[in-house]
T-cell receptor, first 115, second 114 residues
């Protein structure tokens, strides 16, 4: 069974440009999460989808970040325009349900560098 | 201040030796606590999940403990192997407004040397 896949694995863009990160969750997982880790900090929550609906987007840093999950399958996270402080690793994760004790599976991450 | 604090930040151990990693948290209301292993350049991989009523859980050479009263957890690695070199992240889940929000520690960086 394929795990959570993310694309691109690495991206280097200039300040002011746009980047779109894609995440394909494990098939059948209704819950999809986006997290971010910036250098030297802990991983932090960005948002949570249940199917195509945004369940919790309180972790999104500002309106330059837009996440979508059309059709409840894959998700995209767009950063527009990118700023230097957006550099970091963006992790996508998915889980089968939200019950206590469910396993959350992470992708390998999309490493974003804004120069 | 982070809601999940891990110590030591990093450690080096000899292959075959044991080590214990610590995690203290202030997350509330508590739902569950997870330990993840993250190899360099890879995504986190789940090792254990413990709920309030569980105080010990093992996964091979990894044994996690939980004291929900003192809000402390530990991860014990037995007979370490070179492949155990990684960052070990303590993750605590809080249940709030119907959402399970994860709070991450910065990780314990473990290096196993031959």
């Amino acid at each position: 069974e394929a795990g959570v896949t993310q694309f691109p694995s690495h991206s280097v863009i200039e300040k002011g440009q746009t980047v779109t990160l894609r995440c394909d969750p494990i098939s059948g997982h209704d819950n999809l999460y986006w997290y971010r880790r910036v250098m030297g900090k802990e991983i932090k929550f960005l948002l949570h989808f249940v199917k195509e609906s945004k369940q919790d987007e309180s972790g999104m840093p500002n309106n330059r970040f837009l996440a979508e999950r059309t059709g409840g399958t894959y998700s995209t996270l767009k950063v527009q325009p990118a700023e230097l402080e957006d550099s970091g690793v963006y992790f996508c994760a998915s889980s089968l349900d939200r019950e206590r004790g469910n396993t959350i599976y992470f992708g390998e991450g999309s490493w974003l560098t804004v120069v | 201040k982070n809601q999940v604090e891990q110590s030591p930040q990093s450690l080096i151990i000899l292959e075959g030796k044991n080590c214990t990693l610590q995690c203290n948290y202030t997350v509330s209301p508590f739902s569950n606590l997870r330990w993840y292993k993250q190899d360099t350049g890879r995504g986190p991989v789940s090792l254990t999940i413990m709920t309030f009523s569980e105080n010990t859980k093992s996964n091979g050479r990894y044994t996690a403990t939980l004291d929900a009263d003192t809000k402390q957890s530990s991860l014990h690695i037995t007979a370490s192997q070179l492949s155990d070199s990684a960052s070990y992240i303590c993750v605590v889940s809080a249940s709030r407004d119907g959402n399970n929000r994860l709070a991450f520690g910065k990780g314990n960086q473990v290096v196993v040397i031959p």
